[in-house]
C-alpha cells in the first residue's frame, strides 16, 4: 500500500513571520494619500468626491488655480489637488514626470495639513519657474527635509488663491491628497483617484499608456 506524504505543521517562527508580514503588507497598502483626519489620528472618509466624476472635472477645469507642466497643446487637463506637506503628493509628482510628453498636468495647491502648506503653496505659484520650484520642493519633501523655505511674506492675492483652492477641496468632500481628475485618452470618460500612482498605473489611469 502506498503511504501518504505526511504534512509537518509550519514553525513557529515561520507563523510568526507570515503574522508580522500582514500588517505590514496592509500598512504599506494604505500609505498612498494624505487625509484630512491623519493628525488627530481619525480614519480618513473612504467616499472620493460629494460630486459625479464629471461634475468634479467641470468645476475644478472652472475654478481651481494651479500651475500647468507637461504638454501644453493637449486638450484636456489632468487636474490634481495637492498639499504641499504631502509625501504621497511628492510621489506622484515624481510618478507623472516620465508622462510629461504625452500629458498636460494642471496642480493646484490646497491647504490642511499644517500651517507651512498654505505659504509654500503660494511659493510655487509666486516662483518664476513654478515646475523647477516644485521639483526641488517635492525632492525636499520626499528627503524628509521638510520642503521649500518659507517665504517672508505672500501677496494677497496668492493667499486668496490657496484659499480658494481649498474650499473647492472642501466643497468637492474629498478626504485625501492628491486627487487626481481626468478625461482618459482612450475611453473619454472622467475618472477620479485619490491617492499617488506608481507611473506605470498612472499612464493606465489616463489612457497615455
Known sequence: MMSLPTAHPASPDRNRLRLLA????????????????????AKPAEKASALAPAQAYEKIAAEGKGFTVGAMMAA???????????PHCGHLWQSSQALLPK???VWIPVSFINGKSAPQGAAILSASNPGEFMAAHESSILA?????????????E?????????????????????????????SGQVVTNAGAMETAALAEFLGVN
Open 76 to 86: 484636456n487637463p489632468v487636474y490634481v489637488l495637492f498639499d504641499p506637506q504631502c
Open 103 to 105: 500629458a498636460k498636468f
Open 22 to 41: 500582514l500588517p505590514m503588507a496592509l500598512a504599506l497598502g494604505s500609505l498612498v494619500a494624505c487625509g484630512k483626519q491623519e493628525e488627530a489620528g
Open 144 to 156: 524628509g527635509t521638510g520642503g521649500a523655505p518659507l517665504p517672508a511674506s505672500v501677496a494677497p
Open 158 to 186: 496668492v493667499e486668496a488663491i490657496i484659499k480658494a483652492n481649498t474650499e473647492l477641496f472642501n466643497k468637492l468632500a474629498v478626504e485625501s491628497v492628491p486627487y487626481v481628475v481626468a478625461k482618459n485618452i482612450k
